[in-house]
Each structure stands twice: as structure tokens, then as C-alpha cells.
């Protein structure tokens, strides 16, 4: 974490380079492109090898983060913004505070939160161009994912009369339609919580519930089909001693 900053001489990383601004403003400076301003909860993403300054005019206060692959096509610096929940801001504390712990298991732990980090990072990056509504809908489905009774016909009615145009809006934007996002956010979260589930000591019937599957045979079945491995299997339990 840096803090109260006020410029950084010109460089580049081998690695991608991730600065969440908390506190201030600046800019970013690219030799032969206009500067990229930002404030807080601004996201930069800047790519491997690509010379850069950052630089301010009153103090600025951000978290940073080395990662060796983000999961989306950047060959520039990339503004993008934190989640009206600050999810991802959320996460890099963890990050922070995980880094400087004594704890034994510290690597596995930065691992996982650093799938998480990025994972959240390409989903800011594919609604960047995004309507309103899609913004919205993709928010809310996410807030209701752990929801097995979430009424998502009710939530298309609160932004128009027709639940139809809302799905075709929708899937138009994204590809595939609100039920089959809200599917794959949930089995997601659910490999996530499969690849932590013995430090959180939970069975599989747990996972499926905390993932919004009220029943964990179909739930096992669509992990399989989604994932072409049983969750049973996917991340056994370590043998106890």
C-alpha cells in the first residue's frame, strides 16, 4: 500500500500492475498517449512491460497489486471503477492484511484471493461498456446469488412492464440470458468455497446452499455438467491426521 504519495519516476513490470486509488487524485503518464486522470475508487490496470509514471498534484493514496495473468486482452493502462460495494476494494484489504500476517497457510490463502481480485477485475472490465439496465441487472442478480428464493421475474418488472424485453435486453448485451448468468455466478462462487472447504470446514450440501442451490443432488449434477467433474471430486478433502 502506498500512502500520501505525490509522483513515481517513469517504469515499467514485468508482471500486470493493479492500483486501486483510496484517497486524492492524479494521473498516469504513457509516452506518446494522453494521460489517464483518476480520483478514488478508480481502478488502473496497467499491462506487462509499458512504461509509465504516476504522478499527482496534491497526495494520493492507493493499494497496489502484482499479479502474473489477468484474464482479459490489455496491451494499455485501463481505467475502470469498483463496484457500487467496493468489492474489490474489500478484497485487496484482505490481500493487504493476509501479505503481512505470521499465518501458516499465507500462500494458499494469497492465491485464492488473488483468483478472486482478478476474477472481480474482468467483471468490471466486461460491463465498462455496458447499459444501465444490464449494470443493474448484473448487480443484482450477484447480490442475490447465495438466494435459493430469489423471484427474478420480480426483479424484471422493477425496470420495465415487460419481463420478456429485459431477458432479450439482457442477453442481447451479454450473450447469454439473466438465469444462465446468475447460474454460472453461483457455480463460480461455489468452486470458490469447493477450493476452501476445509479450512471453512464445509460439506458439500453447505457449499450448494451458501451458492443459492437449495438442493445439492442438482446441484452436483449441474457442477458436473458446467465443470465436467463431480464437486465431490473436484477439490477432494485433505486426509485428516
Not at 217 to 233: A, D, M, N
Request: glycine share 2%; with cysteine; net charge positive.
Amino acid at each position: 500500500m502506498h500512502l500520501n504519495l505525490r509522483a513515481r519516476e517513469f517504469h515499467s513490470h514485468d508482471s500486470w500492475e493493479i492500483i486501486y486509488c483510496t484517497d486524492g487524485s492524479g494521473r498516469f503518464l504513457q509516452i506518446n498517449s494522453p494521460p489517464i486522470e483518476y480520483g478514488a475508487k478508480d481502478i488502473i490496470i496497467v499491462a506487462p512491460h509499458l512504461v509509465h509514471s504516476n504522478v499527482s498534484d496534491q497526495t494520493f493514496s492507493n493499494y497496489y497489486l502484482h499479479v502474473e495473468n489477468v484474464d482479459i486482452a490489455y496491451d494499455k493502462i485501463t481505467k475502470l471503477r469498483d463496484s457500487t460495494n467496493d468489492f474489490l476494494l474489500h478484497t485487496l484489504k484482505q490481500i493487504y492484511l493476509a501479505f503481512n500476517s505470521n499465518m501458516t497457510n499465507k500462500q494458499d490463502i494469497l492465491f485464492h484471493l488473488g483468483v478472486v481480485a482478478s476474477s472481480c477485475i474482468k467483471s468490471l472490465n466486461d460491463t465498462l461498456h455496458q447499459s444501465p439496465l444490464v449494470k443493474h441487472l448484473k448487480q443484482e442478480l450477484e447480490n442475490n446469488l447465495s438466494n435459493p428464493n430469489f423471484d427474478m421475474n420480480k426483479m424484471f418488472l422493477k425496470y420495465h412492464p415487460s419481463a420478456e424485453y429485459v431477458r432479450k435486453h439482457f442477453k442481447k448485451e451479454t450473450g447469454i440470458t439473466p438465469l444462465q448468468y446468475l447460474i454460472k455466478t453461483r457455480l463460480n462462487y461455489s468452486k470458490k468455497l469447493l477450493q476452501l472447504r476445509d479450512d471453512l470446514r464445509l460439506n458439500i450440501a453447505e457449499i450448494a446452499n451458501m451458492s443459492g442451490f437449495s438442493d445439492p443432488l442438482y446441484f452436483s449434477r449441474i457442477y458436473k455438467k458446467h465443470f465436467g467433474k463431480s464437486p465431490k471430486y473436484e477439490f477432494p478433502e485433505k486426509i485428516k491426521k
